[in-house]
């Protein structure tokens, strides 16, 4: 009788699987909270987010506005770059490109800076933000964001490590050129694909 014996079992657990980036590990049914700065106190009333820079409308969102345009969801995994990872996620918002439809972004934008209520900033390139792959996030399973988590809404670029889905976004800015954010500027990587391991400068 084939029965797996303890050494098998031992082994099994040891595969890696195959959603999982290099160096990474589930975290399972946890969601940590990592925060830099003291978690704000947003309400929806006063909530807004400016769509800025190289772009032929700016505009600033509400809450009421905001959750006009057509919403869409994520579902997968985030990657956090200090090795945790979480499976089967599901944030629901408004994509970065519905927002750029209205605000039409200009030809010679190439980098996006979000900016939070708390100061916080990470930098992204255009392309990474666009093509149905980063949204301004509000729900998770359902729910509302917590606050911990980045509610009222945060920003969500699930492929890339977690710090660029930056919590309590206020701001996105299109520029000419890059500009690096709050941990782009203190030794991570430009980037941030966790499948190319982009986790610091040099990587
Ligand atoms: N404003 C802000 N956004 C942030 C951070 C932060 O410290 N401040 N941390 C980043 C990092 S390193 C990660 S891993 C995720 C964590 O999100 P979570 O606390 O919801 O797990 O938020 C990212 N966005
Ligand atoms: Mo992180």
């Known amino acids: 009788m084939a029965r797996p014996t303890r050494g098998f079992v031992w082994r099994e657990s040891r595969v890696r699987?195959?959603?999982?980036?290099?160096?990474?590990?589930?975290?399972?049914?946890?969601?940590?909270?990592?925060?830099?700065?003291?978690?704000?106190?947003?309400?929806?009333?006063?909530?807004?987010?400016?769509?800025?820079?190289?772009v032929e409308e700016p505009r600033m969102w509400t809450w009421d506005e905001i959750h006009v345009l057509p919403q869409s969801t994520y579902s997968g995994d985030i990657h956090c770059v200090t090795s945790w990872s979480k499976h089967d996620v599901a944030f629901r918002g408004v994509s970065i490109d519905a927002l750029f439809d209205h605000s039409r972004v200009l030809p010679e934008a190439?980098?996006?800076?979000?900016?939070?209520?708390?100061?916080?900033?990470?930098?992204?390139?255009?392309?990474?933000?666009?093509?149905?792959?980063?949204?301004?996030?509000?729900?998770?399973?359902?729910?509302?964001?917590?606050?911990?988590?980045?509610?009222?809404?945060?920003?969500?670029?699930?492929?890339?490590?977690?710090?660029?889905?930056?919590?309590?976004?206020?701001?996105?800015?299109?520029?000419?050129?890059?500009?690096?954010g709050f941990w782009e500027r203190n030794g991570y990587h430009n980037h941030g694909d966790p499948w190319l391991e982009e986790r610091y400068q040099g990587d």
């Open 17 to 54: 699987a195959s959603w999982l980036p290099p160096g990474q590990h589930d975290i399972e049914g946890a969601w940590p909270v990592l925060t830099a700065e003291a978690t704000p106190d947003i309400r929806t009333e006063e909530w807004t987010l400016a769509v800025e820079g190289l």
């Open 110 to 180: 190439t980098h996006v800076v979000g900016s939070c209520h708390t100061g916080y900033t990470t930098n992204l390139p255009l392309a990474d933000v666009t093509g149905g792959r980063a949204w301004v996030a509000f729900e998770y399973r359902g729910e509302p964001l917590p606050a911990a988590h980045g509610g009222p809404a945060r920003l969500l670029v699930p492929h890339l490590y977690f710090w660029k889905s930056a919590k309590w976004l206020t701001g996105l800015r299109l520029l000419d050129h890059d500009e690096p």
